[in-house]
Nanobody, 124 residues
């Protein structure tokens, strides 16, 4: 059984930081691209960041570039999203998923594995 379990969300003030983690079981991150999507109320789901299983190439959305960093630990089968300089517009439910990590995008659909999501709220 494949499971993706996110943690690390919460309420933070603008300018603050959060570290999201996703622990994966049932599949190996050596064989699957992995990354993060987010969805805010009334907005489309956005691929925020991903990391390739083949060459470790990473993608960061323009909205997060310079502030978010993705990393993974293959031994622990965990992917982490470090989010700094958070803004109110970063408020969303963040979900980790398998998918396809391209040079300029991250794509995933219902055939991929998804976590339940974790709420990130940036507010003063």
């Amino acid at each position: 059984q494949v499971q993706l379990v996110e943690s690390g969300g919460g309420l933070v003030q603008p300018g603050g930081s959060l570290r999201l983690s996703c622990v994966v079981s049932g599949i190996s991150l050596n064989r699957h691209d992995i990354g993060w999507f987010r969805q805010a109320p009334g907005k489309e789901r956005e691929g925020v960041s991903c990391i390739s299983s083949i060459n470790g190439q990473t993608f960061i959305a323009n909205s997060a570039k310079g502030r978010f960093t993705i990393s993974k630990d293959n031994a622990l089968n965990t992917v982490t999203l470090q989010m700094n300089s958070l803004k109110p517009e970063d408020t969303a439910v963040y979900s980790c998923s398998t998918g396809y990590c391209g040079k300029n995008y991250y794509r995933a659909d219902d055939t991929d594995y998804w976590g339940q999501g974790t709420q990130v709220t940036v507010s003063s």
